[in-house]
């Protein structure tokens, strides 16, 4: 079974890669698309499970101790 840690990787590392597969689709697909707001939204969106999956894992390392 693979540690909290390693899982946390493999999750985020998942989670950028989608993230930067539809980003570089849309701007290749439509360069003006690239605005503040779009921009803002991609940071989000990655950053939420980044915070989701440390959240977890430092919740379950305090149980274990």
């Given at each position: 079974m693979l540690s909290l840690?390693?899982?946390?990787?493999i999750i985020v590392a998942?989670?950028?890669a989608i993230t930067d597969i539809?980003?570089?689709?849309?701007?290749?697909?439509?360069?003006?698309?690239?605005?503040?707001p779009f921009v803002a939204a991609?940071?989000?969106?990655?950053i939420i499970p980044i915070v989701i999956n440390l959240w977890y894992w430092l919740v379950f390392k305090k149980s274990q101790n």
């Open positions: 840690f390693k899982r946390f990787v998942i989670v950028v539809v980003v570089f689709y849309h701007i290749w697909k439509d360069p003006t698309i690239l605005t503040i991609v940071i989000i969106i990655t």
